[in-house]
């Protein structure tokens, strides 16, 4: 299993988990994301740097992620690419799409997309947790084994 990473958005704390569970468990873990990001050094971590644009780390993930493999993003679309070509996706919040759950994931986002675009006032997602964290390293640890 590959770890890929949509890294732009990722929050650091989550980047520290899982450099520290790529090292214990041996995974390799890359980062994608449009702007250089400082990694550990190691055999098992590397970063890619994409061109600046629209959508071009998640491009880079779906080009290259295999079956089985593992992306962690915040992307519901993304995420959906992932799921129907058979490999894991989870949320940095800790939560793991699939085939139940990403269709209805999808539609509301599209919807809050829609009620933005009326000029409706969604706010935006709340500030990131330690349960948030919390949740993330325990699904992180039950993929991982």
């Not at 890619?48 to 519901?76: C, M, N, R, S, W």
């Not at 919390?134 to 993929?143: E, G, P, S, V, Y």
Request: a negative charge; proline letters at 6%.
């Amino acid at each position: 299993m590959h770890i890929w990473v949509d890294a732009d958005a990722c929050p650091g704390v989550i980047k520290d988990i899982l450099f520290r569970a790529a090292e214990r468990t041996k995974h390799p873990l890359t980062l994608v994301a449009n702007q250089y990001l400082r990694v550990p050094t190691s055999p098992l971590i590397r970063m890619v740097q994409v061109p600046g644009g629209f959508d071009e780390a998640d491009k880079y993930i779906a080009a290259h992620v295999e079956p089985g493999d593992l992306v962690i993003t915040a992307d519901i679309p993304l995420a959906a690419d992932i799921v129907a070509n058979a490999a894991h996706a989870l949320s940095p919040r800790g939560q793991l799409y699939d085939k139940e759950n990403i269709r209805e994931l999808l539609n509301i986002r599209d919807f809050m997309d829609t009620l933005r675009s009326t000029g409706v006032q969604t706010g935006g997602p709340a500030a990131f947790s330690t349960a948030d964290r919390q949740a993330f390293a325990n699904r992180l640890d039950r993929l991982l084994r």
